[in-house]
């Protein structure tokens, strides 16, 4: 059985960073398509940053040019670094492989820009 574990979320004022990580249990991170994820109160969960096997990187144009995905297949763990945070990246972040059918989710972790 697959474990996803996130951390790495906080408290930050806009214009801020932070970086995620994506502890993964039961599965090889370095074989699969990985995604991080975000999730506003009455919203849907959204993708917002895609990790293929082959090392190539998606994003929507909302997070285009400020959040980076990235592996480490050592440790076996997902990152993803978010620079030039505003407001409106305020949410739960969540990371699964990008394929169906996905892992359960993990609980996330919680991101909060405000000033």
């Known amino acids: 059985q697959v474990h996803l574990v996130e951390s790495g979320g906080g408290l930050v004022q806009p214009g801020g960073s932070l970086r995620l990580s994506c502890t993964v249990s039961g599965a090889s991170v370095s074989i699969h398509d990985m995604g991080w994820y975000r999730q506003a109160p009455g919203n849907q969960r959204n993708l917002v940053a895609r990790?293929?096997?082959?090392?190539?990187?998606v994003y929507p144009d909302s997070v285009k040019g400020r959040f980076t995905i990235s592996r480490d297949n050592a440790k076996n763990v997902v990152y993803l670094q978010m620079n030039g945070l505003k407001p409106e990246d305020t949410a739960v972040y969540y990371c699964?492989?990008?394929?169906?059918?996905?892992w359960g989710w993990g609980q996330g972790t919680q991101v909060t820009v405000s000033s």
């Open positions: 699964n492989k990008d394929s169906s059918p996905r």
């Open positions: 990790l293929t096997r082959s090392g190539y990187t």
